[in-house]
Structures are given as C-alpha cells and as structure tokens.
C-alpha cells in the first residue's frame, strides 16, 4: 500500500473536518431560517387577531376627533390633530390587512423539504467560495433556496437541487496544495458564518417579539390566552370609544338641526 504524502495526509484532516463544518452550517442556516419564518407567522398572526382590533379602534379615534372638530372648526390643533390620527387609522388598517393576509400561509416544512434544504445548502452556502464572484452568485443561490423553503416550494428546491448537482462549478481538478489551501479557506469561511448565526439566534431570542412569543406559549401552558384577554381589552375600550362617537354625533346632530331650524341653512355654512 502506498503511503501517503504529509500534505495528502493533512488535506484528509481538513476534508473530514469540512464535511463536518458543512453539515453544522447547513443545521444552523436550516435553524435560522425556520425561527425566522415562525416569528414572521406568529407576528402575522399576533397582528390579525389583536392589530385588527387596534386599527378598528383608530378608527373610532380618529372619527371621534373629526366630530370633535366640527364643533370647533377654527382650532388648528384639533384639525391637526384629527388629519393625524386619521393617517394612523389607514396605517393600522392596512397593517391589519397584511397581516391578514400573511397569516393565511400556514408554514409547515416537510421531510423531503428539510432535506432538500440542508443538502443544497451544505453544498452551495456563499461562504464556500473562494473569490468574490463565486461569493455573489451563491448568495443569489442561497437567497432562493430561503425564499423556496420558507414558501413551501417543494418543485423549486428540486429544481435547484439538480441545477446545482450538473454544475459545471462542482468539478475539481487542482493539486493537493491547492484543495489543502481551498479547504483551510473553507473551513475559516464556515466558522466566522457560523459564529455570524450565532449572533444574529441571540439577538432574535433577546428580541422584543420572540420574548412576547414565548410568554404567550407560556401562557397557553397554564391554560391562560394572553393574546385573547388583551383583545378582550381592546373591545372593552373599543365600546367606550364607540359610546363616546355616539355622543359626540348626537351633538353635532343637534347643532345642525339647531341651526337649520333657526336660520333656514346648513351648518356647514357657517363654517
């Protein structure tokens, strides 16, 4: 048996080492994508189940400082003030309607997705390449390997699969040197990627809406919904609110039946 070169004996070390390093990586991206999805979701559905409520209570807000200025439609501050919370009221709705709508895309990965994914990423992850250009393309790869996971496209990550399989980019013909250099670039590429997905899970785990998650999932533990008590206190002031309209139309009412009763003309007129 022949015995092989130091360099040849290294580049073994290294390759076994890359393999492993290429299967970490691919975990933590495959992690990193599926927590970012599911906040993504629980946000959307936080958003239609209690945002709805908050963009039908800005509403009222703001339909209440539209009657307000009615009856004093020279203040500047009260019409400024209306136009504002009427511009939050479209905004809230329009959240409330994206969110909506997001929420209807339930994400569940399959089997066949999550191995799809991990062995394409394993392969064509950006931080394998060796030289700019070969960095960019991956990262158009890898950015449509994300879309197709997170979407559920099951024929997309096929088909970028076998893409990838027939490329002309997987085929190796250099020295030992070379692949031993290639190797040690590769490896110290994956760490500092690595290290880069391990800052980017601390920092969604210390966010303001993973915290809301988890104690939201807390709370259904002990039988408790959270996220149906604070809709359930959104109601309430939407029907203090709603009573407050009420009264401030019966004034305004009163006002222009007043007026069209002692002058014969439209309060609008006056104003």
Do not use: C
């Not at 997705?113 to 250009?133: E, G, Q, S, V, W």
């Not at 024929?155 to 002309?168: A, C, I, M, Q, Y």
């Not at 915290?211 to 533990?221: G, H, I, N, Y």
Request: glycine residues 2%; proline residues 2%; without cysteine.
């Amino acid at each position: 048996m022949q015995q092989l070169a130091p360099e040849e004996i290294e580049l073994n070390k290294k390759r076994a080492v890359l393999e492993r390093l290429k299967d970490r990586l691919a975990d933590r991206e495959e992690e990193m994508t599926d927590l970012r999805t599911e906040l993504a979701q629980f946000e959307a559905n936080y958003s239609m189940q209690v945002g709805r409520l908050y963009a039908e209570l800005d509403d009222i807000e703001a339909q209440i400082a539209e009657e307000e200025y009615k009856l004093v439609p020279d203040d500047e501050e009260i019409k400024k003030k209306a136009e504002e919370l009427r511009r939050r009221a479209e905004e809230s709705a329009a959240r409330a309607l994206e969110a909506a709508e997001a929420a209807e895309k339930k994400w569940e990965p399959t089997v066949e997705a999550k191995k799809a994914y991990h062995n394409l990423a394993r392969t064509i992850h950006p931080d394998l390449a060796l030289d700019a250009a070969e960095k960019e393309k991956r990262h158009g790869l890898m950015a449509q390997l994300n879309q197709a996971y997170s979407s559920g496209d099951q024929t997309k990550l096929n088909k970028l699969v076998e893409e990838f399989r027939n490329s002309p980019d997987l085929v190796k013909g250099d020295s030992v040197g070379d692949e031993l250099v290639r190797s040690i670039r590769q490896i110290f590429q994956i760490k500092l990627r690595l290290e880069e997905l391990k800052a980017e899970l601390k920092a969604a785990e210390t966010s303001e809406l993973f915290t809301l998650r988890e104690k939201m999932r807390a709370e259904m533990a002990e039988g408790r919904d959270m996220v149906a008590q604070m809709a359930a206190r959104t109601v309430v002031q939407i029907r203090k609110s709603q009573r407050r309209l009420e009264n401030l139309r019966t004034v305004n009412q009163a006002a222009e039946e007043y007026v069209k009763e002692k002058y014969g003309m439209e309060i609008s007129d006056f104003r």
